[in-house]
């Protein structure tokens, strides 16, 4: 829980305005971003929170969004299943004061033949990663997959039992890991993932079933991270690894095998990470998809070290606090590992919603990738939702045309929110007032600490903010893109932040 920050002594009480460094000390022309992104690892806590923390002995607190741009989508029309990155987007992503990408690979993309990997599409996450990199942003690599894979969409002429309808396809696997007899129907009723040809497909990876070259499919599955790891653990700005997203392991024997899943794919990322002379990442686990929407159910325990990171997706509605609880009590199963919402959204018109998750996330100190930057109008999910559906995302996309109309200002600036970035030692709470303006932070740096405290602060937003503090020296502002500020300070001991438009 927050604490309450009292300011004993005033350190600063100056506009942020006038509080800007010289242009020497800001970012470049480049856009570039002012400082290092040091190598994070994770420290648990079993008695009160664990935390992300960068090499430099900072908390760090993730919050940013989810990149598809290199997914494989299941094609269902003419219009692109994604949406081109642009440099606006960078742009967007950038003034908002976002520090993390979650972005998107597919194995089949990864893998097209069992143990031939498509390294011209593993160089294109790293120009991705160089680029978010530039801008200040670190990126979690998203092992990505919706209802198994692509190759599972109804055939031609697909026949189903009644109360059921064709599936179409989405996205994850190759076909030659889609273990599915010809006799098994692709049907499905509401949810994606209750179809007999994904769980069947689910099945087979479970129980490590051979594939075309007699590998079991979960053994390759572990491998292809490993190789994974160690082309891209060389840039210290990849968080980490997220081994598989939203898994549908629903019995007993299931929920072991992805247990083994955790274990086996760790072992091989630390094995890829070994062979590229690079320190531990983070890797990510989920529980299994249902927690997506009832907000509880951890995954059996698993052979694990320290730099693991729990990673539930946040859909529940209402947004309330349990679900929040619940993460970070079964956290405490994993040797109290840090806490990382992976996804989490609404509607684009449903500001309040993403008003009151983002408030909770303060409250529970936990980081968070927004699903999703921009949403492709031949996107599974659009064609699913049909014709008068709305992309979810920071642009209203007009999928007649497949015209990007405008971004959503109103939610972008929602999104835009004051929070600590780096904060050296421990962090003890943050709180922002997006109606105010007003922000506060407090925390306790180690004894002669000399690492600085980083503030995103939304500038553009509150532009006659000011700030006070105590405990803080060389305490200034820098201007970042998208006329925010950076609040930079040294912490000594104790220190307490407020920022406000109407600071006394």
């Avoid at 087979?204 to 499919?217: K, Q, S, V």
């Avoid at 970042?480 to 406000?500: H, K």
Wanted: charged letters at 25%; glycine letters at 8%; proline letters at 9%.
């Amino acid at each position: 829980m927050p604490a309450r920050f009292p300011i004993a002594v005033l350190a600063a009480a100056v506009t942020l305005a006038a509080a800007v460094a010289p242009a020497s000390a800001g970012p470049k022309s480049s856009g570039r971003f002012p400082e290092t992104l040091p190598a994070l690892h994770a420290e648990p806590d079993p008695a009160d929170r664990g935390r992300i923390v960068d090499a430099r002995g900072r908390e760090v607190l993730l919050r940013g969004i989810n990149v598809d741009v290199l997914a494989d989508l299941w094609r269902s029309s003419e219009l692109p299943t994604v949406q081109p990155f642009l440099p606006g987007d960078l742009a967007l992503l950038r003034g908002m004061g976002f520090n993390v990408v979650r972005l998107q690979l597919s194995w089949s993309r990864i893998e097209p033949r069992p143990g031939a990997y498509d390294e011209a599409y593993l160089a294109e996450a790293e120009r991705y990663i160089r680029t978010f990199r530039g801008a200040g942003m670190y990126t979690i690599v998203d092992l990505h997959q919706d209802a198994w894979g692509a190759s599972l969409a109804a055939r031609p002429g697909e026949q189903c039992p009644p109360g059921l309808q064709p599936a179409i396809g989405w996205d994850g696997a190759p076909a030659w890991a889609t273990l599915v007899a010809d006799a098994v129907p692709r049907c499905f009723s509401q949810a994606r993932e209750i179809n007999p040809a994904v769980e069947a497909a689910w099945a087979a990876l479970w129980d490590d079933a051979p594939g075309p070259d007699t590998f079991g499919i979960r053994t390759r599955y572990a491998s292809m991270l490993g190789h994974v790891a160690r082309r891209l653990s060389a840039h210290d700005s990849v968080a980490g690894y997220d081994v598989i997203n939203e898994p549908a392991a629903f019995t007993p024997e299931h929920r072991a095998a992805l247990a083994d899943l955790y274990s086996s794919a760790l072992r091989e990322i630390r094995a890829g990470e070994r062979l590229a002379k690079a320190p531990p990442r983070l890797v990510l686990f989920q529980p299994d998809v249902r927690w997506s929407f009832r907000g509880r159910g951890a995954p059996p325990d698993f052979a694990r070290d320290r730099d693991v990171v729990y990673a539930p997706h946040a859909y529940a509605r209402p947004v309330g606090r349990s679900s929040f609880q619940v993460a970070r009590d079964e956290a405490r199963q994993f040797g109290g590992a840090p806490v990382f919402i992976g996804e989490w959204g609404t509607e684009p018109d449903r500001g309040a919603e993403f008003s009151a998750h983002q408030d909770l996330q303060d409250t529970f100190a936990v980081g968070s990738a927004l699903w999703t930057w921009r949403e492709g109008c031949g996107s599974p999910r659009m064609f699913a939702a049909g014709p008068s559906a709305k992309p979810w995302g920071l642009y209203d996309v007009d999928c007649r045309w497949n015209a990007t109309v405008n971004v959503r200002d109103r939610l972008a600036r929602r999104l835009t929110r004051a929070y600590v970035r780096a904060a050296p030692g421990r962090l003890h709470g943050q709180r922002y007032a997006a109606s105010s303006g007003r922000f506060s932070a407090a925390g306790e740096a180690p004894a002669g600490n000399e690492q600085t405290l980083l503030v995103f602060y939304p500038g553009s937003k509150h532009p006659e903010a000011r700030f006070r503090a105590r405990g803080l020296t060389n305490l200034h502002a820098v201007r970042t893109p998208g006329e925010g500020r950076f609040v930079v300070a040294i912490p000594r001991g104790v220190w307490s932040l407020e920022i406000g438009p109407r600071l006394r």
